[in-house]
């Protein structure tokens, strides 16, 4: 009978023990050209939690469109981080108090544990010369990029464009001319910055593709010496900020895992794999050391000049009835 | 013992019942909701979404290729099954199945490939561009992959009626001393004309809707070759909910009045053919 109840004891405090080593996962919901890097970046972490926490880390990815995702997480995808490519995005699932308080001061460098932005990717031996933003409304000169309407590329890359004329002291209206022109010479608006880079790369139209500075890289990799990679002298600076989910992860109970996660980013560790992918680092020993992967000649200008803030700038540019929607109006 | 009032068929009252709840919870609902949502909006908004004259450009564009696209299907589509009917030849086993395939395949996928094939540098585009002949990021590309999505419709409609027809109709009118165009046109086409049509309303509906072929080869371009679908989900993406589904309710409602007319043709071909 004592030999039982012995038994008995060790079989619960068995149990106790795997109890106290619990079984978190959490769920990252990204935008499109992050898997891999997550992918890294999880793998590295998930050891390190477990040795210092003793806990049995999952991580799960989801990868889409970035507003496409924000809504999914505003509908209830169970979210815990959000990783996405536009503030407009993160502030979109704040608003419906999902995420709370200031949420971007919550996290160091205000939540941005990278930074990336857009550069050009041009045809062997740069063949039309194009180096800077004005070469690009040269005559005969066609440009790739994905429609700034439903894709985060799309209106980066229009910002980008918009601010070479503004940062460097030209008017709205001159502005104005010139992304008229641009765009007029698009032969193609791709809904999103993967199809942008298939009409690019494999249908090989266009003489230049406007693309994330991360894609960029492994574009020009896959082509084996067929394209070649463009800085120009200023660009924008592209900003995919991290979120904690406030009401996902206190429903769940996996606040701790998750801010242990965000706050892994900004590691020396980390910041390496984050190199390694081709986003830009914000620590700047890291970000020195892989001076050959991002060069320094490139001027970076924030969203702040050239409108409020990121959201006056998207509904001002970009918005139904702003400077793109005035493009495309046919003349009468 | 007072008369029942007994019809021919039992379980009216059930089967109506389930085809109400059936209906409701895959059809109506769902268009409920979006008129719902729509329904958020002041008429000024409304009218301010989906009246804009981009937007009346997309909705040309859209049902004009969705038609084009099934005209096209109604006869090439009645080709195909008249050579699947009345010929035999080696592999039409495998050519019957090919029918179906567009239905399979997932369409972003029929877009890619299109797009590729008719591009300066594809297979196809190297000879045709040089022509003058744009299938990719044209209107011409939309109506080739609306022509490929609808396909099986047409064909699969009007083969089992060509199945059941009767060659002696056609052997008595020829033996009347029709020629071959008027027996087809007095004998075949008529019976053939319901199924006709309603493989041109499938097809057309289909067209209506397509989204994922026809971003990968219209280009996309406002104005030019921009559909519907895709100021809806432009709209989405400035989380503007409201004007999204307004412009999808303005579509229902237009392909709603379109199908009932369709419906009405048919109906009258079908009093017209007794």
Known sequence: MTRLVSKLAVALALAASSAAAADVTLLNVSYDPTRELWRDINDHFIPQYKKTKGDNLAIKQSHGGSSTQARAVIDGLDADVVTLASVIDTDAIAQKGLIT??????????????????????????????????????????????????????YLSFFAAWGSVITRGGSKKDAVAY?????????????????????????????????????????????????????????????????????NVDRKKTRAAAEAYLKYLYTDEAQEIIAKHFYRPINDAVLKKNAATFPAGIKLFSVKEIAADFAAAHKELIGTGGVFDTIYKPKR | MASVNRKVLPGLALSLGYTVFYLSLLVLVPIAACFLKASSLSAEEL???????????AYLLTFGAAFVAAVANAVLGLLLA????????????????????????????????????????????????????????????????????????????????????????????????????????SVILPTLRPALITGFALAFARGVGEYGSVVFISGNMPYKTEIAPILIVARLEEFAYGEATAIAVVLLLISFAMLILINRLERWSLRHEQ
Request: hydrophobic share 45%.
């Open chain 1, 179 to 247: 992304v008229t022109k641009l765009y007029g010479q698009v032969p193609v608006l791709d809904s999103g910055a993967r199809g942008a880079t298939t009409t690019f790369v494999q249908k090989e139209i266009g003489d230049v593709h406007l693309a994330w500075e991360n894609e960029a890289h492994l574009e020009v990799r896959e082509a084996k010496g067929d394209l070649d990679l463009v800085y120009p002298p200023v660009s924008i600076r592209a900003e995919p900020h991290v979120a904690l989910v406030d009401a």
């Open chain 2, 47 to 57: 009218w301010g979404a989906v009246w804009t004259d981009r937007a009346r450009a």
């Open chain 2, 82 to 185: 008249w050579v699947l009917v009345r010929y035999a030849f080696p592999g039409k086993r495998i050519v019957d199945s090919l029918i179906d395939l567009p239905l399979a395949l997932p369409t972003a996928v029929a877009g890619l490939v299109y797009s590729a094939l008719y591009v300066k540098k594809g297979w196809l585009g190297q000879y045709l561009v040089p022509l003058g002949i744009q299938g990719a990021y044209s209107r011409l590309g939309i109506v080739l992959v609306l022509i490929f999505v609808g396909l099986p419709f047409v064909v699969r409609t009007v083969q089992p009626i060509l199945e059941d027809l009767d060659p002696e109709s056609e052997e008595a009118s020829a033996s009347l001393g029709a020629t071959r165009w008027q027996t087809f046109r």
């Open chain 1, 101 to 154: 308080g200031d949420w971007v001061k919550r996290l160091p460098n205000s939540s941005l544990p990278y930074y990336s932005t857009i550069v050009f990717v041009v045809r062997k031996g740069n063949p039309k010369g194009i180096r800077d933003w004005p070469d690009l409304v040269k005559p005969g000169v066609e440009i790739v990029t994905p429609n700034p309407k439903t894709s985060g590329n799309g």
